[in-house]
């Protein structure tokens, strides 16, 4: 009867962890329920999660009733037996009256140690099952740790190195085959390619998420599975792909980085990520409160903040994995150029980043281009287009791409000047005009402006000049 309990209590306690699962699922992804309407299908699954812990509450409730009922049972029987023979035995001179009381009095007694040894044992075959699940976690090794005799990287310059890595998350799979690269201190990399071509699981492996199965990645010369993961995660500042905040104020989130700066040091960082000013343009300014994972800013806010918060860590190496991408490619530009200089030795960062805009990492001093988790290309922005290979293709393809919608905004501006004209001559029409301003053709012109053959041509410094977007800034 005490392991049925035990298997009750358990799916119980399963029905309970399922139950918190689709409740905090459903909350923290309340936009997707939104999107697509589903607030009725959520509803009923997390009904279903409740219905299933109540069936499972349900049978422990009547598994302790039935035990407690079976367990008084057998208790009064057995007293009643006692009593009965002992009576008896009185009845027969077998026994004198005395020896009648001092068995009442004894069963008396008895009885109090055994209740309490049964809902002893109760409250910890309970505790043990709802640690089971902690246990198991306890269970589970890391796969990177540190091996024995590894050593702290004490001071860093910035040199990274990787001799052919090769890497798999699954045995089916190779994720990475066969990277090389040499990135030198103060210098920066960029890396571009399909999705799914392997850029982020670069990132991953030089912050030592995991270990490569084949190859080198060095810091410094030295490999960094001879150096503590503490000491190599200290010198490298990630921003990544979705940035999560803590449901704090601006400030507290921006400290956990380094909770020693100070207040000025902040800002300073703030300015540099040309956030500081739309900061303090809140009504709590510093002491806003950014929500759950940070809801309550914008993408592009969060993405600063993000690297005003890796500016404040002040590492050698800084990886920004699409962590700009929300930003007009100006504001990118201008942070990116922030970040790379006065590292904590006084000299230049290194600087690698993810970027699918490549008018953003024109100016990179190398450029590598992954496709399905191999370096197709490396070699500057200049040194690229004239292989005319995948890069070559990609640029022509996002100029093409950009060129369309600078041809569209010129032919709506034009359309629309037209139409002032025409309304000009008949007045009354004039009221309307002005209601269709010229949001409809800025937004075909994303913020990003490529040439054909480099960063700036006349006819996209034209449209700079006449764009008057621009964000907050020092
Ligand atoms: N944790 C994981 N387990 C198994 N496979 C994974 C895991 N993370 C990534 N992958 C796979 O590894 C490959 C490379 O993923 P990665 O995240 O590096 O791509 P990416 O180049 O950063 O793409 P994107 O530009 O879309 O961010 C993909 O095919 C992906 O499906
Ligand atoms: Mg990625």
Same mark, same amino acid.
């Given at each position: 009867m005490a392991s049925t309990r035990a298997d009750l209590r358990r799916d119980m306690v399963n029905a309970d962890r399922e139950e918190e699962a689709v409740k905090n699922d459903s909350i923290m992804s309340y936009e997707t329920v939104k999107y697509f309407n589903a607030e009725s299908y959520e509803f009923g699954r997390y009904r279903k999660a409740i219905r299933s812990f109540q069936a499972a509450e349900k049978k422990v409730t009547w598994g302790m009733n039935d035990m407690n009922i079976y367990q008084a049972l057998v208790f009064t029987f057995g007293i009643l037996t006692m009593l009965m023979i002992a009576a008896v035995e009185v009845t027969l001179n077998l026994r004198s009256i005395g020896d009648f009381v001092v068995m009442i009095s004894y069963l008396a007694q008895l009885q109090g140690p055994l209740q309490f040894f049964g809902s002893f044992y109760r409250t910890v075959q309970q505790a043990m099952i709802s640690g089971e699940r902690l246990l198991e976690l306890f269970k589970i090794k890391p796969s990177v740790v540190d091996q024995p005799g590894v050593v702290a990287l004490r001071e860093c310059r910035g040199h990274i190195r990787w001799t052919n890595v090769q890497f798999s #998350?699954?045995?089916?799979?190779?994720?990475?085959?066969d990277i090389s690269f040499d990135c030198l201190p103060g210098t920066t990399t960029a890396f571009v390619g399909e999705s799914g071509g392997g850029k982020s699981t670069i990132f991953r492996l030089m912050f030592r998420y995991y270990n490569c199965a084949n190859g080198k990645i060095e810091i410094d010369g030295h490999d960094v599975k001879d150096l503590t993961i503490d000491s190599v995660r200290r010198h490298i500042g990630v921003v990544p792909q979705d940035t999560l905040l803590f449901n704090e104020t601006i400030m507290y989130n921006l400290k #956990?980085?380094?909770?020693?700066?100070?207040d000025e040091e902040v800002y300073e960082a703030c300015r540099a990520a040309s956030i500081h000013d739309r900061i303090v343009s809140f009504a709590n300014g510093y002491n806003t409160k950014v929500g759950d994972r940070g809801a309550r800013l914008s993408g592009g806010e969060k993405q600063r903040v993000a690297i005003a918060r890796t500016i404040l860590k002040n590492p050698k190496i800084i990886m920004l994995d699409e962590a700009t991408s929300a930003l007009d490619s100006e504001t990118e530009q201008h942070i990116q150029a922030k970040l790379i200089r +006065? +590292?904590?030795?006084g000299q230049d960062r290194t600087l690698l980043i993810i970027a699918h805009r490549l008018s953003t990492i024109t100016h990179a001093d190398q450029i590598i281009v992954l496709h399905a988790g191999s370096v197709i290309e490396k070699g500057t922005h200049t040194e690229l287009l004239a292989l005319r290979g995948r890069y070559a293709s990609m640029w022509e393809s996002q100029s093409q791409a950009e060129q369309a919608a600078v041809a569209a905004r010129t032919a709506t501006a034009h359309a629309q000047k037209l139409l002032r004209m025409a309304h000009l001559q008949n007045p009354t029409h004039q009221a309307r005009a002005s209601e269709t301003n010229s949001e409809g053709y800025r937004s075909l012109t994303s913020s990003t402006l490529l040439g054909a053959a480099g960063p700036s041509t006349p006819l996209q410094e034209s449209i700079h000049n006449s764009d008057t977007s621009s964000d907050d800034d020092n």
């Open positions: #998350y699954l045995q089916e799979r190779t994720a990475l085959h #956990y980085a380094n909770p020693s700066v100070s +006065g +590292g904590s030795l």
